[in-house]
């Protein structure tokens, strides 16, 4: 039986990588869904190559073009957030990836959890919102989240056969990203075109972004704390910038399990559609030797103030991690527009998780309402 595959985010970064993935193994996946934010163009060249069942356009001023252009197709064409919904809580497909960027995320992962589905989760954003929600949703609805950040994927392929063992701690790794060992003075002027240079890895712009505050870092720190129901203690952050350690769990007997290799998103892509089988492929193999040194050092958690925002917001819990967020997307966005500077991202976040009330336990409507009112308070912040 093949596996039934359903790519939201179809156009970005992990979902063409996904595409190559399913191309070059027809007989374990057949595509069924494809969805793009207003990206038409491509959504249609995929929707005709790759011949799915239906393609969802959430910008719904793009559809007649895309129904247009596969009118003479066996494809169904649906528009807006509410098809993402409904699709994703349909019975078309065995595994979502979740791959659309932030917190337009969210619903869609929600719907295909709800349905008990299993969740190839790209979109770490849905858990820095909502991570207690969707986890106890995951529980009770007999769904399953595989891991897709390589992080995730890392420390999830170390935990594989060690359900009874507890874990002491997980290290997880961080390239440093393109400004390792710089400092406040040199950041102050930096622009977009050097931030989207990023060393090791070629990823869309907001998580290239992400990487360079290393906020993308704190946002993993949550979305481990909710993928592997860890204590805030148990997470360490170490900048490894060489990016063959993916990350690490260390068991109670001191033991350090690390998985590696080369930087290449193709593979936990795969790993996460196929689990639990690992498929042969002829990706590039790691070589030690030219990798003689590995170096780790401590983040400079003072010089990239995101991490250390990321890592209190965590430790607050409530909608602080929420705020910081939906923060966090509307300050990068600006910094791709030129409109704030790269230093100012840190300080307009630090703002809005002091001004936005605080809430202990919120419910979904909670956390929607506080990334509203964030989205907007960042926003005024902006100009
Ligand atoms: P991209 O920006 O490359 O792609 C984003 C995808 O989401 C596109 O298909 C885009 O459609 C769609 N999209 C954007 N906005 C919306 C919206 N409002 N509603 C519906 N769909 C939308 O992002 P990446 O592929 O880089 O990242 C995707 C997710 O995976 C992120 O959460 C990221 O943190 C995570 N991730 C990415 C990694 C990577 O290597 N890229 C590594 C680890 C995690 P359109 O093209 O039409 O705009
Ligand atoms: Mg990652």
Known sequence: MKKRIAIYGST??????????????????????????????????????????????????????????????????????????????????????????????????????????????????????????????????????????????????????????????????????????????????????HALQHPNWTMGAKITIDSASLMNKGLEMIEAKWLFGLQNEQIEVLIHSQSIIHSMVQFEDGSVKAQMGLPDMKLPIQYALAYPQRIKNNFKRLDFKNYPNFTFEQPDYKTFKNLALAKDAMFKGGNAPCVLNAANEIVVDAFLKNKIGFLEMSDIIEQCLEKIAFVEKPSLQDYIACNTETRLLASTLIK
């Open 12 to 193: 970005g970064s992990i979902g063409t990588q996904a595409l190559e993935v399913i191309e070059n193994n027809p007989e374990l996946f057949s595509l069924e869904v494809l969805t793009a934010h207003s990206n038409a163009t491509l959504l249609i060249e995929q929707a005709i190559r790759f011949q799915p069942n239906i393609v969802i356009i959430s910008d719904e001023t793009k559809y007649a073009e895309v129904n247009q252009a596969l009118a003479s197709k066996d494809i169904k064409v649906f528009a807006g957030e509410k098809s993402l919904i409904d699709i994703a809580g349909s019975d078309t497909y065995d595994v979502l990836l979740a791959a659309i960027v932030g917190y337009a995320g969210l619903s869609s992962t929600l719907a295909a959890i709800e349905q008990g589905k299993t969740v190839a989760l790209a979109n770490k954003e849905t858990l820095v919102v909502a991570g207690d929600i969707v986890t106890r949703l995951v529980t009770e609805k007999n769904a399953r989240i595989i891991p897709v950040d390589s992080e995730h994927s890392a420390i999830f392929q170390c935990l594989v056969g060690e359900q009874n063992n507890p874990v002491e701690k997980i290290i997880l790794t961080a390239s440093g990203g393109p400004f390792l060992g710089k400092k406040p003075n040199f950041l102050i002027n930096v622009k977009k075109d």
